[in-house]
């Protein structure tokens, strides 16, 4: 079975830091492309960093670029959200995706990143 489990969430003020992770589970992680989004209220979610499997391959919305570093665990099963820097407008629920060939989708149930100015 399936486990995406999102943490570290929590409340930060303005230009502090968080880290969230996502445990993964029930699948064969170093094959999946990992990602995080994010969903803020009254707003369509968004893709916010992706990391490929093998090649390593990094990109993160324009938004976020500069101040947030994705990186994955292999051994650990474990994909990070480092977030420095943080806004306001960073608030939202951030989600843990996996995807592989657009086939195999699976989510995390998400966790609340709250900055306050």
């Known amino acids: 079975q399936v486990h995406l489990v999102e943490s570290g969430g929590g409340e930060v003020q303005a230009g502090g830091s968080v880290r969230l992770s996502c445990a993964a589970s029930?699948?064969?992680?170093?094959?999946?492309?990992m990602r995080w989004y994010r969903q803020a209220p009254g707003k369509e979610r968004e893709l916010v960093a992706r990391?490929?499997?093998?090649?390593?391959?990094?990109s993160y919305a324009d938004s976020v670029k500069g101040r947030f570093t994705i990186s994955e665990d292999n051994a650990k099963t474990t994909v990070y959200l480092q977030m420095n820097r943080l806004k306001p407008e960073d608030t939202a629920v951030y989600y843990c995706n996996a995807v592989l060939a657009s086939v195999y989708d699976y989510w995390g149930q998400g966790t609340q990143v709250t900055v306050s100015s």
């Open positions: 990391i490929g499997p093998t090649d390593g391959y990094i």
């Open positions: 029930g699948f064969t992680f170093s094959s999946y492309v």
